[in-house]
């Protein structure tokens, strides 16, 4: 197989060297994108009379064909290829004869990957919104499902209050914003045209940059020939992106486990994403969301990686580089599966209303709620913290509820406790009487639920 250098040469490359520096297991997947920035290639070249017209289109009907076997799946690249960009090279000059050896004019393989990998971040990060979209409106209809439903909220992994678990899931759906807009950012920075910096000082060949940007659909052409064929910025943004998302999903996941386990009892996960014990026959555990907690180490990983590899590279281009690959192609993979399969979670999960009631009837949940029915009344917040810590220490430390105390015996702890204190010692009271903005009242979660209902469907 032919390489595209190799004339300086005496002698064939070491095979164990071919072995070691061939890219082409990995970079096949940028084949889609290698071609079409070929063909818009070819047709400037051709615009700017740089090679005849008459070759221009047998390199473009011939990648054409080739584009045609990759969107068919029937495209399978060559093993014995150096990479991509080689592979497509040698089946083109088949397709298209000695016309194909002109393609490669006013272009290096330094400016040409860096499109390539431009071109896949862009369409990846258009595919990845689209999960978190989809994944935001499962997480979306299981709190509609369960939209009056109050459940325990921890700090600490304690106890602390109490909330509607739309809240909580208005929690994930914030986080995957965040998220679905990172990806945002990431693809901005993509859109930045690198063809024509050649190896790296551009072309003495008058080429027209802004129509290949425009044929590509790039807003801007790279203004630095040296920076944009070494910057790799861009696949450090997208893998961070990914690297973000798998955190979230790894917090969600651990949430479900707890919530799924016999101590919690608040969810049920579907049997189709749990697995059994091959010693314990009653066991079902959740392990997909214990893998997708262990899968977040992996793109994280990755981030960590790509950090290391760029940060002693002198410019310009440094075959280091081809390595930027794996990181990406993998950070990609492991997010885009870990949304889609905790999406069949949500949409699939069952909520134990009846635990979940059981579970908030602790009266300690309540004691910030008598806090500030004490402040209302002019004490001051550290005092209101001390009453209510002694009534704490006497009551519920001893099993005793602070609803069943007599009007005598709570004014024993403040005069301004009377009787009307122990009705908000009920859940339903406890998110009724928020009242700051972005809390736990249904009013407020209720429409907020509205709001990312028309955003999301929109």
């Given at each position: 197989m032919s390489k595209l250098w190799g004339a300086r040469f005496d002698k064939k490359s070491d095979p164990l060297a071919d072995?070691?520096?061939?890219?082409?297991?990995?970079?096949?997947?940028?084949?889609?994108?290698?071609?079409?920035?070929?063909?818009?290639?070819?047709?400037?070249?051709?615009?700017?009379?740089?090679?005849?017209?008459?070759d221009a289109a047998r390199i473009i009907a011939g990648l054409k064909k080739?584009?045609?076997?990759?969107?068919?799946?029937?495209?399978?690249?060559?093993?014995?290829?150096?990479?991509?960009?080689?592979?497509?090279?040698?089946?083109l000059k088949g397709l298209a004869g000695a016309a194909a050896e002109k393609l490669h004019t006013a272009r290096s393989r330094n400016d040409q990957v860096v499109l390539d990998m431009k071109l896949y971040c862009r369409h990846e990060a258009a595919q990845l919104m689209a999960s978190v979209k989809f994944l935001q409106k499962e997480i979306l209809g299981f709190a509609g499902r369960n939209k009056d439903v109050i459940i325990?909220?921890?700090?600490?992994?304690?106890?602390?209050?109490?909330?509607?678990?739309?809240?909580?899931?208005?929690?994930?759906?914030?986080?995957?914003e965040r998220d679905r807009t990172r990806l945002v950012d990431a693809a901005q920075r993509c859109d930045t045209m690198p063809l024509?910096?050649?190896?790296?000082?551009?072309?003495?060949?008058?080429?027209?940059?802004?129509?290949?940007?425009?044929?590509?659909?790039?807003?801007?052409?790279?203004?630095?020939?040296?920076?944009?064929?070494?910057?790799?910025?861009?696949?450090?943004?997208m893998i961070g992106a990914c690297a973000m998302i798998a955190t979230h999903l790894s917090r969600i996941a651990e949430d479900l486990i707890l919530w799924a386990s016999r101590e919690f009892d608040l969810v049920d996960i579907d049997g189709g994403f749990c697995t059994g014990s091959s010693i314990m026959p009653h066991k079902k555990n959740p392990d997909v969301l214990e893998l997708i907690r262990g899968s977040s180490s992996k793109v994280i990983g990755r981030l960590a990686e790509i950090h290391v590899l760029l940060k002693g590279l002198p410019l310009t281009y440094n075959r280091d580089l081809q390595l930027d690959k794996p990181a990406l192609f993998e950070s990609v993979d492991t997010a885009?599966?870990?949304?889609?399969?905790?999406?069949?979670?949500?949409?699939?999960?069952?909520?134990?209303?009846e635990n979940a009631a059981q579970r908030v009837l602790d009266e300690s949940f309540f004691t910030v709620d008598a806090m500030d029915y004490l402040v209302k009344k002019g004490?001051?917040?550290?005092?209101?913290?001390?009453?209510?810590?002694?009534?704490?220490?006497?009551?519920?430390?001893?099993?005793?509820?602070?609803?069943?105390l007599s009007t005598d015996e709570l004014i024993r702890y403040?005069?301004?406790?009377?009787?009307?204190?122990?009705?908000?010692?009920?859940?339903?009271?406890?998110?009724?009487?928020?009242?700051?903005?972005?809390?736990?009242?249904?009013?407020f979660v209720g429409r907020q639920l509205k709001t990312w209902g028309k955003k999301l469907h929109a």
């Open positions: 072995l070691f520096t061939f890219s082409i297991s990995y970079d096949h997947r940028l084949a889609r994108y290698d071609v079409i920035g070929s063909i818009a290639h070819a047709r400037m070249l051709a615009k700017q009379r740089i090679i005849p017209q008459s080739i584009l045609k076997q990759i969107k068919d799946g029937r495209f399978k690249f060559d093993p014995q290829a150096e990479d991509i960009h080689t592979d497509i090279q040698n089946r325990p909220a921890y700090t600490h992994l304690q106890a602390a209050q109490v909330v509607l678990l739309a809240h909580h899931m208005l929690a994930y759906i914030e986080m995957l024509g910096s050649c190896a790296l000082s551009g072309t003495s060949l008058k080429t027209d940059r802004a129509y290949l940007a425009k044929l590509l659909g790039f807003s801007r052409v790279a203004a630095n020939s040296m920076d944009v064929v070494s910057d790799r910025d861009f696949i450090v943004e885009q599966f870990m949304l889609l399969v905790l999406s069949r979670v949500f949409a699939t999960l069952k909520l134990k209303k004490v001051s917040y550290r005092q209101a913290h001390d009453i209510l810590g002694r009534m704490v220490r006497d009551c519920l430390d001893h099993g005793k509820p602070i609803s069943s403040s005069p301004l406790l009377e009787g009307d204190v122990k009705k908000l010692f009920n859940p339903r009271m406890s998110v009724k009487i928020k009242s700051s903005s972005g809390s736990t009242n249904p009013g």
